[in-house]
């Protein structure tokens, strides 16, 4: 009888597929999918270390899990994802019937510790967070239309409060032949949207100047970065959509708008984290670039693509903030009209810089603070929705709505999400969708052609003007 699992996610698009990643393992190894973790030979939890609440939810899970083992002591326990490598020493003794600890980078070592945890009817701590690219492994996809592709792993960056860079390790970017080969290959399987993944996606490439020298598919004089390896995909890909996440806005070059403007298959969306409007806060979270920088970045995103998405991250309660440094992220909400946005409360994370840092912001205030800036920006998202009331957009239909399966639910290329009445037929194609009515993350349309439509193309945009 074959071995069954279960895997756990909590955190960013980076982790959800770095889960299917070892759901591709699993299944390669002849493991079968369990509906819940009660049933499982081997249960994974794959974590994220960015804040506090996924960090209580492992705690808790394990607790559970626990109980299920104690019953059953042949099943295995695994913990994966940001926390494994940061937190190693608190699982060991807070948690010491979990089996194995496997870092972000080393994944692929999955069967080598299943087995070894297995055969040898032995508990191993085995905590892998390699320096090298990581190892091609087999990836069971979540759906048969949008896939993610990783470009590259790591962060290179030191923001003060961040957890990432000790989780995942220094940036190293796959091959652009790698990256191009997989593509290709979801593109035989008829996907229509790529997400490129990176912690900080605009930073490819830097660390090809050494290695690329001895590629047999690169000019050794051409510039390899991520704008060379955007217009690769448009060159090869042209019917496919092309997504990124997420850019450092350090890194959002003249360059880049130009290549996003130039390329049809890239979609009107970014999501750009900007985090604090104050500089000084900004300065103490080690994030390199000044509010005015920020500003310049959007205004030339929307002068080159004046339909772009812009989407972003906001920390309020950051140590040191005044009420007059918060009032500036108020103020920048409504001022950049952000589409969407993430806001958080701070969350001190151990091993990082800022976990030290004095000034530190009561409960209280963050929670009033964060729940001023969420009615703010609920507000302006609706107004600009509104405004886009009875616009024609192409949608990408994923599948019955969540909330209404009897209709449709698509994303546009600026990454609204479209409730709309057409056949399950249109499933994985684009159509053409008229806004009807707004909500706060996208519309409720009527399809108008429930065919495939052209991408936007290059003289629809408007070229910066450098």
Wanted: overall charge positive; proline content about 5%.
């Amino acid at each position: 009888m074959s071995k069954n699992f279960y895997i756990q996610t909590y955190g960013c698009q980076m982790n959800y597929h770095d889960s299917e990643r070892l759901h591709g393992i699993f299944e390669s190894i002849g493991y079968c999918e369990a509906p819940d973790a009660k049933h499982a030979d081997v249960v994974i939890i794959n974590t994220c270390a960015v804040r506090e609440k996924p960090e209580r939810k492992l705690f808790s899970e394990l607790g559970r899990l626990r109980k299920i083992k104690l019953q059953r002591p042949d099943m295995i326990i695994g913990v994966a994802g940001c926390m494994a490598p940061r937190e190693a020493d608190v699982l060991k003794k807070s948690a010491p019937y979990v089996d194995i600890l496997i870092g972000p980078r080393s994944l692929y070592r999955l069967p080598e510790l299943l087995y070894n945890a297995q055969k040898h009817d032995q508990r191993i701590k085995a905590l892998n967070l390699d320096d090298d690219p990581t190892p091609i492994t087999p990836v069971s996809r979540s759906n048969r239309i949008s896939a993610w592709v990783n470009i590259m792993f790591g962060c290179n960056y030191s923001c003060s409060f961040c957890a990432v860079p000790s989780a995942r390790g220094k940036e190293v970017s796959r091959r652009p032949e790698e990256i191009l080969d997989e593509i290709e290959l979801l593109h035989s399987q008829d996907y229509k949207e790529i997400t490129l993944l990176g912690q900080s996606v605009n930073a490819y490439g830097r660390d090809f100047a050494y290695k690329i020298k001895d590629s047999k598919e690169i000019d050794p004089d051409e510039r390899v970065d991520f704008s060379w390896l955007l217009t690769q995909i448009d060159n090869q890909f042209p019917d496919l959509r092309i997504r990124f996440t997420s850019p450092h806005p350090q890194l959002f070059t003249d360059r880049l708008i130009n290549t996003i403007a130039d390329l049809p298959t890239v979609c009107e969306h970014i999501h750009l984290p900007l985090q604090s409007a104050d500089d000084e806060v900004l300065h103490s979270m080690r994030r390199n670039y000044s509010f005015e920088k920020f500003q310049n970045i959007v205004s030339k995103l929307r002068k080159a693509i004046p339909d772009m998405g812009v989407s972003t991250d906001i920390i309020v309660g950051f140590p040191g903030e005044t009420e007059e440094k918060f009032r500036k992220s108020l103020h920048a909400m409504t001022e950049l009209k952000f589409d969407q946005a993430f806001m958080f409360a701070y969350s001190p994370r151990r091993h990082t810089e800022a976990f030290d840092f004095k000034g530190e912001i009561s409960g209280d205030i963050q929670n009033r603070r964060l729940q001023e800036l969420i009615e703010s920006a609920n507000k302006s998202f609706n107004r600009i929705n509104k405004q886009l009331i009875g616009t024609t957009f192409e949608v990408l239909v994923e599948g019955p709505s969540a909330k209404n399966p009897a209709r449709m639910s698509g994303r546009t290329r600026s990454n609204k999400t479209m409730i709309f009445d057409a056949p399950k037929s249109t499933i994985g194609t684009l159509i053409k969708v008229r806004a009807t009515e707004s909500f706060l993350w996208g519309f409720k349309g009527e399809a108008t052609k429930p065919h495939s439509v052209r991408a936007q193309t290059v003289s629809e945009k408007l070229r910066i003007i450098s």
